[in-house]
T-cell receptor
């Protein structure tokens, strides 16, 4: 399909450590890359996004980096806390077309207190 | 609460039956989407609609149908042609491209 590859599928870190989730894509027409967080039993919610005209964006403890040449983007969470435990989805959107969001397969992050 | 509501939260279907999942939004969003969520497979696009009275198939549209008669509503029908319908279904809406998508709370469909 047109989805993105997301790794790892599961990730466990100690509280206070950093977590990194990476996504790769093949469609060079993609230029919008959001990240969604889905806590257990809840709906996905946008936590951060980045457009192709920037290489990095930061919001407190989370940051996203984008390498358009290599076609990959990553989510970085620093100083992890137990409430960061959730499933994280990356997504991409094309410049032209139907404005659809294509999602990755998800990463289940567990922060161990 | 995001302004987008799915119902019911849980739905049980007998084999051979069609069922309809409701999705309503009061956010004045033009675009609406249906995703299917299975463990380890992320969110897969079933159908989407960018405007009233128009919708397009996504990656896994077989066995599903939709309508978009009103801006606020985008119901999904799971037909008997869908061979493996047991899943968690999420509806989403947003203004347009490159904007935040708001999700409903989901409907868990189980075939019994």
């Amino acid at each position: 399909g047109e989805n993105v590859e997301q790794h790892p599928s599961t990730l466990s870190v100690q509280e206070g450590d950093s977590a990194v989730i990476k996504c790769t894509y093949s469609d060079s027409a993609s230029n919008y890359f959001p990240w969604y967080k889905q806590e257990l039993g809840k709906r996905p919610q946008l936590i951060i996004d980045i457009r192709s005209n920037v290489g990095e964006k930061k919001d407190q403890r989370i940051a996203v980096t984008l390498n358009k040449t290599a076609k990959h983007f990553s989510l970085h969470i620093t100083e992890t806390q137990p409430e960061d435990s959730a499933v994280y989805f990356c997504a991409r959107e094309e410049v032209f077309g139907a404005n659809n969001l294509f999602f990755g397969t998800g990463t289940r992050l567990t922060v161990i207190p | 609460d995001g302004g987008i509501t799915q119902s019911p939260k849980y739905l049980f279907r007998k084999e051979g039956q069609n069922v309809t999942l409701s999705c309503e939004q009061n956010l004045n969003h033009d675009a609406m989407y249906w995703y299917r969520q299975d463990p380890g497979q992320g969110l897969r696009l079933i159908y989407y609609s960018q405007i009233v009275n128009d919708f397009q198939k996504g990656d896994i549209a077989e066995g599903y149908s939709v309508s978009r008669e009103k801006k606020e509503s985008f119901p999904l029908t799971v037909t008997s042609a869908q061979k493996n319908p047991t899943a968690f279904y999420l509806c989403a809406s947003r203004y347009s491209g490159y904007t935040e998508a708001f999700f409903g709370q989901g409907t868990r469909l189980t075939v019994v």
